[in-house]
T-cell receptor, first 111, second 115 residues
Framework: KQEVTQIPAALSVPEGENLVLNCSFT??????LQWFRQDPGKGLTSLLL?????REQTSGRLNASLDKSSGRSTLYIAASQPGDSATYLC??????????FGTGTSLTVIP | DGGITQSPKYLFRKEGQNVTLSCEQN?????MYWYRQDPGQGLRLIYY???????QKGDIAEGYSVSREKKESFPLTVTSAQKNPTAFYLC??????????????FGEGSRLTVL
């Protein structure tokens, strides 16, 4: 069964710092990988989706990369802002339309 | 404005009562999902449906029931058989891989508290 791991569980950085969040998965037979943001008490908001044939996707200050063969993805956030404080989750889509989620990284950006 | 609407946002239940959480989507998605989120744990799949009038159990289906009579709607009933129902419930939908990227979209969630 697919297992998705996100390390670290929590991260605190000063405003303006560039940072990297990590996501690893055990089964490389995925269709896509998706990064989400979740604010306290809210649903998940999709940030970036990388198809299995792609290596990276970019949206504004966010860049996500995918190395399917090694089972890893990273989410790079440039010039972090206090508004970036949230929990970031990654999810992979396997065969049978099954999604598998990591437990998330809680990010705090200190002004 | 397309999206997924969950209601109610907050719900309180007495022990022994059944409650139903609503999930409506206007994204024309075929697949719909219900997840449960507890503090410190990842999302756990309760039920999912790939098509109208069909649904499958997820990892933690015991004590829950669903229906999929319309493409837009996928209500979740938390029955009295669910021993620990206090949690945050998330509904999601996806177009699926046949015609799209398989991107998953979520509603805003419903928080259920058992009194």
């Amino acid at each position: 069964k697919q297992e998705v791991t996100q390390i670290p569980a929590a991260l605190s950085v000063p405003e303006g710092e560039n940072l990297v969040l990590n996501c690893s998965f055990t089964d490389s037979a995925i269709y896509n990988l998706q990064w989400f943001r979740q604010d306290p008490g809210k649903g998940l908001t999709s940030l970036l989706l990388i198809q299995s044939s792609q290596r990276e996707q970019t949206s504004g200050r966010l860049n996500a990369s995918l190395d399917k063969s090694s089972g890893r993805s990273t989410l790079y956030i440039a010039a972090s802002q206090p508004g970036d404080s949230a929990t970031y989750l990654c999810a992979v889509l396997n065969t049978g339309n099954q999604f598998y989620f990591g437990t998330g990284t809680s990010l705090t950006v200190i002004p | 404005d397309g999206g997924i609407t969950q209601s109610p946002k907050y719900l309180f239940r007495k022990e022994g009562q059944n409650v139903t959480l609503s999930c409506e989507q206007n994204l024309n998605h075929d697949a719909m999902y219900w997840y449960r989120q507890d503090p410190g744990q990842g999302l756990r799949l309760i039920y999912y449906s790939q098509i109208v009038n069909d649904f499958q159990k997820g990892d933690i289906a015991e004590g829950y029931s669903v229906s999929r009579e319309k493409k837009e709607s996928f209500p979740l009933t938390v029955t009295s058989a669910q021993k620990n129902p206090t949690a945050f419930y998330l509904c999601a939908s996806s177009q699926g891989l046949a015609v799209n990227t398989g991107e998953l979209f979520f509603g805003e969630g419903s928080r259920l508290t058992v009194l």
